[in-house]
Antibody, heavy 115, light 108 residues
Framework: EVQLVESGGGLVKPGGSLRLSCAAS????????MNWVRQAPGKGLEWVSS????????YYADSVKGRFTISRDNAKNSLYLQMNSLRAEDTAVYYC????????WGQGTLVTVSS | SSELTQDPAVSVALGQTVRITCQGD??????ASWYQQKPGQAPVLVIY???NRPSGIPDRFSGSSSGNTASLTITGAQAEDEADYYC???????????FGGGTKLTVL
C-alpha cells in the first residue's frame, strides 16, 4: 500500500524554524517527484514546493521562497521541508503528495505560528 | 504565475448531474486535475489529464476542458459526493502549480 506520513508539525513562535518530514512507503520513492501543499485553517489548498526525483529541479511558491527549503533523502525514503523565518500566515496543515498530479497525499501535519 | 477561479459553492439534488468549473489562462496549455476533500481528511485525486480516473474513483466522475475552462461533472450525484472540490494545473511557466479556490458541493 502506498503511504505517506508527515511529522514534525507543532507550535512555533514567529521568526522561528521547524523541519517537517514525510516518510514514504509502498512505492519506489526515488522514481517520483514529491511536493508540499498547505491548507490554512478554513481555507483552500496552496502549493508550496516541488522537488524532482533526483533533486535536480526544485521550485517554490513566491510566498515561501527564500524562507523554506525542500529536500529529500532517497536512501531513507523521506521528504523534508525546512521552514525558517516563520510567520503567522504560515499557520496551516502541511501535506506531502507524490508526483503530479498529486496522488496520493499524506494525512497532514499542523504547523501553528503564534506567540 | 496564473490563477484558477472556481465558484465557491454549488448544490445538486440527489441523483442529479452537477458540473463544477475552473477557469484560468494556464488551462489553455495544461489540463486540470481535480481533488475531492471531505472534512478532516486529506484531498483525493478524482480526475486528471484529458479525462482519467484513478483506480477506485467511481465512473460518475468525469472531466472535460474547453479553452480556458475545465469542468468536473458528477453524473448521478450521491450523498457521499458532498465535499470540497479543488482544481489545479501547472502555471504558465510549467514549473509551478496553482490551485483554484475550491468549490463546496452540497447534495440536497
Amino acid at each position: 500500500e502506498v503511504q505517506l506520513v508527515e511529522s514534525g508539525g507543532g507550535l512555533v513562535k514567529p521568526g522561528g524554524s521547524l523541519r517537517l518530514s514525510c516518510a514514504a512507503s509502498g512505492f519506489t520513492f526515488s522514481s517520483y517527484s514529491m511536493n508540499w501543499v498547505r491548507q490554512a485553517p478554513g481555507k483552500g489548498l496552496e502549493w508550496v514546493s516541488s522537488i524532482s526525483s533526483s533533486s535536480s529541479y526544485i521550485y517554490y511558491a513566491d510566498s515561501v521562497k527564500g524562507r523554506f527549503t525542500i529536500s529529500r533523502d532517497n536512501a531513507k525514503n523521506s521528504l523534508y521541508l525546512q521552514m525558517n523565518s516563520l510567520r503567522a500566515e504560515d499557520t496551516a496543515v502541511y501535506y506531502c503528495a507524490r508526483d503530479y498530479p498529486f496522488d496520493p497525499w499524506g494525512q497532514g501535519t499542523l504547523v501553528t505560528v503564534s506567540s | 504565475s496564473s490563477e484558477l477561479t472556481q465558484d465557491p459553492a454549488v448544490s445538486v439534488a440527489l441523483g442529479q448531474t452537477v458540473r463544477i468549473t475552473c477557469q484560468g489562462d494556464s488551462l489553455r496549455s495544461y489540463y486540470a486535475s481535480w481533488y475531492q476533500q471531505k472534512p478532516g481528511q486529506a484531498p483525493v485525486l478524482v480526475i486528471y489529464g484529458k479525462n482519467n480516473r484513478p483506480s477506485g474513483i467511481p465512473d460518475r466522475f468525469s472531466g472535460s476542458s474547453s479553452g480556458n475552462t475545465a469542468s468536473l461533472t458528477i453524473t448521478g450525484a450521491q450523498a457521499e459526493d458532498e465535499a470540497d472540490y479543488y482544481c489545479n494545473s501547472r502555471d504558465s511557466s510549467g514549473n509551478r502549480v496553482v490551485f483554484g479556490g475550491g468549490t463546496k458541493l452540497t447534495v440536497l
